[in-house]
């Protein structure tokens, strides 16, 4: 499967923004996927991912309750909205998938991922 990031941009704090990934070769719904994100001088960190079966989404800490991760098979797409945005939420935010044999499980550690977007910058003014 291959991924294309998009939707990063400048924004303010406290606005929203969605960021979409797009998977063309393979139905996305044929995979877990996670959005990662990494700010300079820091480690890629896991934000949020959604199960394969669609019916599980988990969030890391820093975005937990302000994030809502999605996938519309129709158009194999997966989204991560993040509402409030915070300063500490400037990175690129990369797109991510996995296969798994589970409809249910959740990779949140990155060396589990084997397919990877290009990334799309998203800043967020203070």
């Known amino acids: 499967v291959q991924l294309q990031a998009s939707g990063g941009g400048l924004v303010q704090a406290g606005d929203s923004l969605r960021v979409s990934c797009a998977g063309s070769r393979l139905p996305l719904e044929a995979y877990s996927e996670g959005w990662f994100r990494q700010a300079p001088g820091k480690e890629r960190e896991f934000v949020a991912g959604i199960s394969r079966g669609g019916s599980r989404a988990s969030y890391a800490d820093s975005v937990k309750g302000r994030a809502t991760i999605s996938r519309d098979n129709a158009k194999n797409t997966v989204y991560l909205q993040i509402d409030s945005l915070k300063a500490e939420d400037t990175a690129v935010y990369y797109c991510?998938?996995?296969?798994?044999?589970?409809?249910?499980?959740?990779?949140?550690?990155?060396?589990?991922?084997?397919?990877w977007g290009q990334g799309t910058q998203v800043t967020v003014s203070s």
């Open positions: 991510t998938a996995r296969s798994s044999a589970s409809t249910m499980a959740i990779a949140t550690d990155r060396g589990r991922y084997a397919y």
